[in-house]
């Protein structure tokens, strides 16, 4: 047998650098569903798979790092279950922040010792050509259960980090090896409101994007997760989108929201074309007709999770932020004609363009509603792209 | 231009390649359509989306996808299984790609009993040659007037490349009523499964283990006593329907520049079942985007939960499990897949698998899907349509968990695999038996129980393989079982200091394991902590020391 261990661990290059996560347009829908231990695993997984690693000076986990961004913040109750245990005191971690992602709150969950408790914590935040600058934050106890203590640190005053990594060191002596419970940005899966109240709307947390070829040159496909609400509710928080534009506009160009009826499980993704009946594919025929193309999911359930129409308006609304005037606008560099926005509905979903035109957030235009019997014809597709042409006017 | 010639050019078989789409560039489609674990989805993917409306074609007055829900027609539910259209001609275009390899093909009518419609079936190859194809009809069923009529041809040679056009004309001036397009008998239901779920190995014993446990017996007892464990495994683990040839059921190519490499995500059909989670595999052979020839591979079988299948690639899970990309960058190709037993989100596997295979668990099933995968990965047509060349010689493969128990038998069951790596299967010799028959892996073991000699043993496997080897056990005192008497310099065995986890200090050992035994000039990066993987107790003892002094100090703490 080989003993060659020691050179095996000699050999090995200390080479940091996350590789980019593989994707799919659909990665963002199924993320939705998946659970990892909690309801919020497969969402947290898309959202910060890849980004979070251990600083090589980090002792080792007894657990997968994925268990810091499970949705779970770790439980006085569940100790060695909830917290992830490191092999000694230190737990050292790098979360790499893109740079059309604007984080502005950092939380770190921990167990202590519930008296004296000799626990350090220091946060920074470094882009790559600037100095690294301290993250303040709160220490906070949430519970205590005999000697044992369920700790929050909270990042205070940063605001939209972004294009560099925030780094946590901990250091917890109290009992021999640090117990990490949750590294949470923007309070996702915590439920904490907007940190930054003067930036309300919506927070980008996702997004991966393809050039797809095309007759009339490429388009280009945004798949996104937004955070859109911050009940602590997945279904409510999380918001999947799509959007496609041609690559190539000239000018700015209109955009038509498409809303699938809520109760088709994929409706989202059959407007696409990426599941489902073909003929429903409208996005891509519209994007080829030289419009960009919003698909914003609902929630579907269980029971009262689902949207009601105004619910879902506010998601709309709130993505729709993201698109004109959130951190994808800044970043995305695609130019839409403000004062050309359509909605169109199908099967159960006609309140919701009525109510989009009531609330007058955006100049909606109504272009056109498809019964779930219909089979989509020329003539319909047609009445959207005059519409949006301007060449009829909305309902 | 009439309104649906308008929209037909939008979307009918004119231009369908030049046509936007987005799947063009999901590499996940094929495991997405899985997810229901039910046929309609899985139509989707491999007939409707290669299947449009002809212009000349009446127009159908609800969606296509009537015609391939896995539903032929039913004649006491005429408006909802029958797609009807506006006149009686319905004119159907099928995309063949280079790969497929369509043998049969069958549509099913609805026809009044009096008269009877006609189908024109059109080969068009790329070149423009056109071929006529005969067809045969058969009444199906028949209620009153109405009759369930299906139109069958068998070509004498897979179809080429090309376009097959169906052409069905309803008799007199009745619209066309269309059930089902059934190519390559995709979608049918075979039946023959029996009615109790097998949930438990006490229910199999009860059910089934006095049918096959006689045989398994029988056939166990001729193995000699110090045979290799392959004789006695082939036993335990024999092929799922041997006499089915694999076939290629759906292919796709996505680039992924950023990555430095290119996905082929495809479907094989395995099986016949008419079940899809027994009878196809999603796999992924993922190779580099610039380094084409003389390409090492290494498998990487999931581990052991549903979300696992597409890990290795890195799209979700485990970041320390996601080789693939990793691998690509430094010229090797790899080969995911999706596992059978874990079933997928919406559907179970096992209990359904029992009831089509009584005599074998998920274990038999699983290693022949991959024996067929391999198969079809090392055939020089698939490298040809993926452009890449491999190397045959240089095959690996290594799995966390559950993937460690695939690939330690597969290793020790192919000697096309050189470089076997598995990382924490968890069980001594002695408990191989009752923890793999209780979750149904292989519940034939228990016919062969016997504690004193363990029909599967790690430690004889690894003294057997005679082939590079790099095994990380889950704690010493496995270790210390599996390396007692091994002398083969090409076998390393290490105990990770962390238990059932991979951290990425054991990544980049496992990396290193394959560079090596490939012979690739590269050095696995360590993203994270260093630590030692120990080949002897007293590496292990300062962890164990520190694991104490938590769990002793965080009683103390609990205490009040």
């Known amino acids: 047998m080989r003993r060659a261990v020691a050179g095996l661990v000699a050999a090995a290059v200390t080479v940091a650098g996350a590789a980019e996560r593989a994707a799919g347009p659909t990665v963002n829908h199924f993320a939705m569903e998946y659970s990892w231990g909690s309801v919020w695993g497969g969402a947290l997984d898309a959202i910060m798979g890849g980004t979070v690693r251990l600083d090589a000076s980090s002792s080792q986990p007894k657990g997968f790092v994925s268990r810091l961004y499970d949705g779970n913040v770790g439980s006085l109750a569940e100790a060695t279950g909830s917290f992830l245990i490191f092999d000694d005191a230190r737990a050292a971690v790098r979360v790499r922040i893109p740079e059309w992602r604007e984080v502005d709150s950092v939380a770190f969950y921990a167990l202590e010792a519930a008296e004296n408790s000799k626990a350090a914590l220091a946060m920074r935040f470094a882009k790559p050509d600037a100095p690294a600058q301290k993250i303040a934050f709160k220490r906070r106890v949430l519970q205590r259960r005999g000697g044992l203590a369920h700790v929050e640190y909270r990042g205070a005053g940063a605001h939209a980090l972004s294009g560099g990594e925030v780094f946590i060191a901990y250091q917890n002596p109290d009992f021999g090896s640090a117990f990490v419970g949750e590294v949470v940005l923007d309070g996702v899966a915590a439920g904490a409101p907007w940190a930054d109240p003067a930036r309300p709307g919506s927070r980008l947390l996702y997004w991966k994007h393809w050039d797809v070829p095309g007759r009339r040159g490429a388009v280009r496909l945004h798949a996104l997760i937004t955070k859109t609400a911050a009940t602590g509710t997945k279904e409510r928080d999380l918001t999947p989108a799509w959007l496609a534009h041609p690559v190539a506009a000239a000018a700015p160009v209109p955009l038509v929201v498409l809303v699938a009826n809520h109760g088709t499980v994929e409706g989202p993704l059959e407007l696409l074309g990426l599941a489902g009946r073909p003929e429903w594919a409208l996005a891509p025929r519209l994007a080829e007709e030289g419009f960009a193309v919003l698909v914003v999911e609902a929630t579907l359930g269980p029971g009262n999770l689902a949207d009601s129409d105004a619910q879902y308006v506010a998601r709309l609304e709130a993505t729709l932020h993201q698109i004109l005037d959130g951190a994808f606008a800044r970043h995305a560099g695609v130019a839409i004609d403000r004062t050309r926005i359509g909605i169109w509905t199908s099967g159960n979903t006609a309140g919701v363009a009525t109510l989009a035109e009531s609330r007058a957030r955006y100049p909606w235009r109504n272009v056109g509603h498809w019964t779930l019997t219909q089979v989509p014809g020329a003539g319909e597709l047609r009445a959207i792209v005059d519409q949006l042409n301007g060449r009829k006017g909305g309902r | ?560």
Request: proline residues 6%.
């Open chain 2, 1 to 560: 231009m009439t309104r649906f010639a308008w929209a037909c050019a939008l979307v009918c078989a004119a231009a369908p390649a030049a046509a936007l789409d987005f799947a063009s560039v999901d590499a996940y489609e094929n495991h997405n359509a899985f997810l229901d674990a039910r046929q309609a989805p899985v139509l989707r993917l491999l007939v409707g989306s290669h299947l449009s409306l002809a212009q000349e074609s009446a127009r159908p007055l609800a969606s296509l996808q009537r015609l391939y829900d896995a539903n032929p027609g039913n004649l006491e539910a005429v408006p909802a299984s029958f797609l009807e259209f506006a006149a009686p001609r319905a004119v159907l275009a099928l995309r063949i790609a280079a790969w497929r390899e369509v043998r049969t093909v069958a549509l099913t009518a609805l026809e009044d009993a009096n008269a009877a419609g006609t189908l024109s079936l059109r080969h068009v190859a790329r070149g423009g040659a056109a071929t006529a194809i005969a067809t045969s009809r058969r009444v199906v069923e028949r209620r009153g007037d109405a009759m369930l009529v299906e139109y069958a041809a068998a070509p004498a040679a897979a179809l080429a490349a090309g376009t097959l056009r169906i052409d069905y004309r309803a008799p007199g001036q009745q619209p066309a009523r269309l059930g089902e397009l059934i190519v390559d008998d995709i979608g049918r239901d075979r039946g023959g499964k029996r009615s109790a779920p097998i949930r438990t190995i006490d229910d199999w014993m009860r059910e089934d283990g006095a049918a096959v446990c006689p045989r398994v017996r029988v056939a166990a007892g001729k193995v000699a006593a110090g045979a290799p464990s392959r004789e006695l495994l082939t036993v335990l683990l024999p092929k799922v329907n041997a006499g089915y040839e694999t076939r290629l059921a759906e292919w796709k190519t996505v680039r992924d520049p950023q990555r430095r490499l290119v996905t082929h995500a495809f479907v094989l059909k395995v099986d016949d079942t008419g079940h899809p989670l027994i009878d196809y595999v999603r796999a992924w052979l993922v190779v580099p985007i610039a380094a084409r020839r003389g390409l090492p591979l290494v498998i990487l079988p999931h581990q052991g939960h549903l979300y696992a299948a597409q890990e290795p690639m890195g799209v979700q899970g485990e970041t320390e499990l996601a080789l693939a990309g990793e691998l690509a960058l430094q010229g090797v190709a790899s080969l995911a897949y999706d596992a059978a037993p874990f079933g997928t989100p919406r559907g179970a596997f096992v209990s359904d698998y029992l009831t089509y295979y009584p005599a074998s668990g998920s274990t038999a099933k699983d290693l022949d899907n991959l024996a067929r995968l391999l198969d079809r990965v090392l055939d020089k047509r698939l490298q040809a349509l993926a452009g890449v060349k491999l190397d045959p010689k240089r095959i690996g493969i290594w799995g966390f968990s559950y993937g460690s128990w695939v690939s330690m038998l597969y290793g020790a069951m192919d000697d096309r695999i050189s470089a076997i790596g598995f990382s924490s299967f968890h069980y001594r010799d002695a408990d191989i038996v009752p923890g793999l028959t209780a979750s149904l892996y292989i519940p034939q073991l228990a016919c062969v129980a016997d504690p004193a000699r363990p029909p599967i043993s790690v430690r004889r496997i690894l003294r057997e393989y005679g082939r590079d080897a790099f095994v990380v056990a889950p704690d010493i005192g496995l270790l210390e079982d599996w390396v007692r008497g091994l002398d083969d310099a090409r076998v390393t065995v290490v105990a990770n200091p962390f238990g059932h986890v991979v951290s990425m200090q054991e990544r980049a050992a496992v990396l290193g394991f394959f560079y090596r035994s490939f012979g690739v000039r590269a050095k696995p990066a360590l993203d994270g902590p260093a630590h030692v993987l120990a080949t002897k107790r007293s590496e292990i003892a300062p962890y164990v020391e520190r694991e104490n002094l938590w769990r002793t100090e965080l009683v103390k703490a609990r205490t009040p």
